[in-house]
């Protein structure tokens, strides 16, 4: 893929996150990339580190106790985290004050782009919205941010948006608490699109939602996704959603990437032990089995991962290669990696 072809560059991204108890390992030297209009599924379980990556890009970590460790996030070519140092020293002044100035310079650019070039949908519809203020007034603000329009163009353009996310535009000068959880997550839509963005990051959008409310908000999101050509990182935790709507798949456990490629290569060629046990947890309607096959233990503590592969106590298909180090990523077919010792060798690519 072109250089130029990635809107969306996350090169080894590492966070921690300091806390009375210890260091916990949240994001472990995370790569990967978003190309306009694609959108990627990103899958693991609850703690897995996906909110901490969708954070980061957003630049919206809580500091303290989030801290970047290393790590590069490029959106259109741009550099957005900071290239100094953290302060070791108390009195190395000139060392805080430098990286102080970088830090405000990158917010500066953080407000700009936030809500114009990059956009996000927060987890939970029922708090992601401001409870005393109209929802219309709540899309119109993004637009007077960014755009430049008098206030009355900003109120036209949020009926517009409320429209185009199936809501009339007469219910503008209505609070959060008078709208259904669906609906609710209509009008996080419409915020997040009301500048159209290059990239929406999702953070399991239809949670909170029933089944059939699910389904209607992943459909208009492709079919808004289509119109726009806005690419999207979804994050979620079903497979189900990722095949309805994903064009990639990246699966991550305790805070690495584990495995990655198109639908076609998690869904028919899965690789990774972790991407197997999540397909086998799952119900088959043509499987006749009378019990489920979940994954055995649990994920490893964040403050206590282990130096070799994190998946190892969990693992059915573990080996003694799997206790030298932690596993490197390798490419198994063409833009289908896993890390993985027990699948080295699969038809990797030279």
Do not use: W
């Not at 694609?38 to 500091?63: C, D, F, Y």
């Not at 809501?167 to 915020?191: L, T, W």
Request: with cysteine; proline share 5%.
């Amino acid at each position: 893929m072109a250089e130029n072809s990635k809107l969306l560059e996350v090169k080894n991204l590492t966070v921690h996150y300091e806390t009375d108890e210890g260091i916990v390992e949240a994001v472990n030297d995370i790569s990967f990339h978003i190309a306009p209009g694609e959108i990627l599924g990103v899958v693991g379980e609850t703690g897995a580190g996906k909110t901490t990556i969708a954070r980061s890009i957003m630049g919206l970590l809580p500091k303290p106790p989030a801290h970047v460790i290393s790590g590069s996030i490029q959106i259109e070519g741009q550099e957005m985290l900071s290239d100094k140092p953290e302060s070791k020293g108390f009195f190395d002044f000139a060392q805080k004050r430098a990286r102080s100035a970088d830090e405000r310079r990158l917010e500066r650019i953080y407000r700009e782009i936030r809500g114009k070039k990059i956009s996000m949908m927060f987890q939970d519809p029922m708090t992601a919205l401001n409870p005393v203020l109209y929802v219309g007034d709540q899309i119109a603000e993004v637009i007077k941010i960014h755009e430049n329009v008098s206030e009355a163009q900003a109120r036209e353009r949020a009926g517009e948006m409320l429209e185009l996310v199936g809501i009339p535009a007469d219910r503008y000068k209505e609070y959060p608490h008078q709208f259904s959880g669906g609906m609710k997550q209509r009008v996080v839509i419409a915020i997040a699109l009301a500048c159209h963005p290059n990239l929406i990051i999702a953070d399991e959008p239809t949670t909170a939602l029933d089944v059939t409310i699910q389904a209607q908000i992943l459909e208009m999101l492709r079919d808004l996704q289509k119109k726009f050509g806005t690419a999207i990182m979804l994050i979620t935790h079903d497979f189900g959603v990722v095949a309805e709507i994903c064009d990639r798949c990246m699966v991550i456990y305790a805070g690495e990437k584990v495995e990655e490629g198109t639908l076609e290569d998690i869904f028919d060629n899965r690789v990774h032990p972790y991407t197997v046990g999540l397909f086998d947890s799952m119900p088959d309607m043509y499987d006749n089995s009378l019990r489920l096959k979940p994954i055995k233990g649990l994920m490893p503590n964040p403050m206590d991962l282990p130096s070799y592969c994190s998946f190892y106590d969990r693992c059915s298909v573990r080996c003694d290669a799997c206790k030298d180090g932690a596993p490197v990523l390798r490419e198994i077919n063409r833009g289908h990696f896993a890390a993985c010792s027990a699948a080295a060798g699969r038809g990797e690519v030279e």
